[in-house]
């Protein structure tokens, strides 16, 4: 059978690997330059019988994201920087209540309104630390367009096998690029549905994690199964509570659930790595220019390889110690000034040469700029 090659834009992509995963709601309201998710699963989230609604302002989009989640839908919202940061009071609300959710920031150029049309990666920082309390973050950042696809899925698989809010990271250059891709047959891609609970209703505690994977199973509001949620700390039963010592277990809880899945969560590719006495540390549509450049300065003989996280966070700190001792230059290119360079500095405990580069001027970063720093530092 021939495959079912098309030619898709970064954004289109994440829309189809939303609903290769089983979203079944999106609400969200439109914005520069993520709308074109908004506009595709406008016309085919009804055709699989899920529902669509532009919302008011940003704040509606992620509440109503939350309510479908909780519903029983694998739910999503779109945005970019702007609308994320109106995004943020919800998301915290998210992550306590442990509400299984996608939120794509397509990211762009500037804080405030900044450059609609340009790409940036400055929200990197603001995935992990941009709404309040103690929580886990898990961020992803696709580098093609054949890569939204199959990385929002996987958001949509994480988020629902741990009930954890997940970001799906990109930039404008990603979202509005088209690129060939190959779409998954089903049964192709693994899809994993949230753990839903099995005991009696009147047994049912909605936080009452399971011994293995922290994970409490979640019920369908609408079901059988009744119970009480609230963004205040909650004892099992999922009602308020002042116990100190209860809310202190109950969030280093959610933080080792996702710390011990570190194997299951994190992604990245180590290119041309293996000899590499030269890193290139880069992520998103830059480490696009990263890997042409890593094949430029190899036929140099210059011995650089490239380590690109799909998964910003958790950071891939156990990925990148297997280079401290090895590597003794790390360059970090950056659509930021310096972000991820803290994390990579964090690792290497300066037992390597970390050099960064960066660029706001909403222009994309191309692989001679990064050539001329790695001949520059090495």
């Known amino acids: 059978m021939a495959k079912d090659i098309r030619f898709l834009q970064g954004n289109e992509a994440v829309s189809e690997g ?140 994480i988020a629902e096998k741990y009930r954890v809010p997940v970001i799906l990271l990109t930039d404008e250059i990603i979202g509005h690029m088209r690129e060939a891709v190959e779409m998954p047959e089903p049964g192709e891609l693994e899809v994993v549905d949230r753990k839903v609970p099995t005991c009696d209703p009147s047994e049912y505690l909605p936080y009452k994690p399971d011994a293995d994977d922290l994970v409490p199973p979640m019920a369908a509001f609408g079901s059988e199964y009744r119970y009480h949620i609230t963004g205040l700390n909650h004892a099992e039963d999922g009602f308020p509570s002042n116990d100190g010592k209860l809310a202190q277990a109950d969030e280093i809880r959610q933080q080792k659930k996702i710390d011990q899945a ?6 990245v590719e180590e290119f041309m790595c293996e000899d590499a006495e030269h890193l290139i540390f880069a992520f998103g549509s830059t480490a696009r220019s990263a890997k042409e450049a890593v094949q430029k300065l190899r036929e140099e003989g210059i011995k650089v390889g490239l380590f690109r996280p799909l998964t910003i966070w958790p950071f891939p700190e156990k990925h990148l110690e297997k280079y401290v001792g090895k590597a003794k230059t790390v360059v970090v290119p950056e659509m930021n000034l310096g972000m991820a360079i803290f994390e990579v500095e964090r690792v290497f405990k300066g037992q390597a040469k970390i050099e960064g580069f960066n660029k706001i001027d909403s222009e994309p970063i191309n692989p001679i700029e990064i050539m001329e720093t790695v001949r520059r530092v090495k």
């Open 262 to 267: 570190y194997d299951d969560i994190v992604k």
């Open 18 to 157: 939303a609903l290769y995963a089983g979203c079944k709601f999106y609400a969200g309201y439109p914005i520069t330059p993520s709308t074109e998710i908004a506009e595709h699963l406008s016309g085919s989230l009804p055709k699989v019988g899920g529902r669509f609604v532009q919302m008011e302002d940003e704040i509606a989009a992620m509440a109503a994201t939350i309510g479908g989640a909780i519903a029983g839908q694998k739910s999503m919202t779109a945005t970019s920087g702007p609308g994320m940061s109106l995004k943020m009071e919800n998301l915290g609300y998210a992550c306590l209540t442990e509400i299984p959710c996608v939120i794509v920031n397509v990211m762009r150029g500037g804080p405030s309104t900044g450059l609609p049309t340009g790409p940036g990666q400055s929200d990197i920082m603001q995935a992990k630390w941009g709404t309040h309390g103690d929580h886990p973050a898990v961020a992803l950042t696709p580098s093609t367009v054949p890569e939204q696809l199959t990385e929002t899925v996987r958001a949509f698989n």
